[in-house]
Nanobody, 117 residues
Framework: QVQLVESGGGLVQPGGSLKLSCAAS???????MGWYRQVPGRQRELVAG???????NYADSVKGRVTISRDNAKNTVYLQMNSLQPEDTAVYYC????????????WGQGTQVTVSS
């Protein structure tokens, strides 16, 4: 079982930066970690993901502006976001996908990111 707690969300001006953190419990090292975001009335979308081996992938809309990283010693995954724009406004969710059988998915409670002047 994995419990995920996000932090670091808030209000930021366009062009600003924000760093989200996700603290995890459980066997962190065997999970692929990721960040999703959702706007009311819009489909939830993947922002970034990182495997236990360190492989990363990003949504086209955030490539070059976002970096996902993980610190297994601290059981924490991060999402560094730069050059933020109003369209980045959403609730951001931390996720964990178990890489070993049985495969299970876990979700955090979400943290609000608002980009506005």
């Amino acid at each position: 079982q994995v419990q995920l707690v996000e932090s670091g969300g808030g209000l930021v001006q366009p062009g600003g930066s924000l760093k989200l953190s996700c603290a995890a419990s459980g066997t962190f090292s065997i999970y692929t970690m990721g960040w999703y975001r959702q706007v009311p009335g819009r489909q939830r979308e993947l922002v970034a993901g990182i495997t236990s081996g360190g492989s990363t992938n990003y949504a086209d809309s955030v490539k070059g502006r976002v970096t996902i990283s993980r610190d297994n010693a601290k059981n924490t995954v991060y999402l560094q976001m730069n050059s933020l724009q109003p369209e980045d406004t959403a609730v951001y969710y931390c996720t964990a996908q178990r890489e070993r059988w049985p495969r299970q998915d876990y979700w955090g409670q979400g943290t609000q990111v608002t980009v506005s002047s």
